[in-house]
Every structure is written in C-alpha cells, then in structure tokens.
C-alpha cells in the first residue's frame, strides 16, 4: 500500500515508479530494478472501471428519483465524476498491480522473445 500511494520503486521505496503519469520508468534510480518488464496491460482500468460504473449507475437513479433533474445534468455531471474518479484512481491501482507483480512473479528474469 505504501507504494501505491508514494508512486516508488517496491524494491527499496526511494526511486520513483513512474516517468510520467502512467509511464512506467525502465529502472529505479536508488537501486536498480528492472521496472520495463512490469506491463499490468488493461488490469487498473478494469478493476477501477467495474466498481466505479455499478457506483455511478445507483447513484444517477438515486439522484434522479430524488430531484428528477434534466436528462442534460445527467449527461454532464456523471461522466465529470468518473473522468475524474479514473484519474485519481489509476495511478495508484497500477502501482499496487506493479508491487503485486514485483512480489509474486519474477519479471526482472523474464526471456523476451528473440533471446536466449
């Protein structure tokens, strides 16, 4: 948890995880992991996107059944909060999916194809 919310290395946490804000960097700084095999492909998105979406559908009817707003409030307002729900969530998601790879699966030893 600790380097999801610092965004560090999960080997030593000092180096930074990212070069950008979802770019993952090639190694740490401090102490030189390999940090380019760690893809966590479509999994954040997924387990941000299936929790967030059932939130937001109970929260539009409740909204809806109680002060019946137009249809274009509804149109605004709810993708604002999942835009910004996935923005702030992301980031951090994928570093858990990061450390839990790191943990549970040798990445750094990984033969890319084409070598031996």
């Not at 804000?21 to 998105?45: E, I, M, Q």
Request: net charge positive; glycine share 8%; aromatic share 8%.
């Amino acid at each position: 948890m600790r380097v999801a919310f610092t965004a560090r290395c999960p080997r030593c946490g000092e180096g930074s995880l990212y070069d950008s804000y979802l770019t993952v960097g090639k190694s740490c700084s401090s102490c030189g992991l390999g940090l380019a095999g760690h893809d966590t492909g479509d999994g954040p998105a997924f387990f941000i996107m299936l929790p967030l979406c059932i939130i937001v559908a109970v929260l539009a009817l409740l909204t809806d059944n109680a002060f019946r707003p137009p249809m274009w409030v509804h149109m605004t307002l709810w993708p604002l909060v999942i835009l910004v729900a996935v923005m702030i969530t992301l980031r951090p998601v994928k570093a858990v999916m990061i450390a839990l790879q790191y943990r549970h699966r040798d990445v750094e030893h990984i033969d890319k194809p084409g070598q031996k």
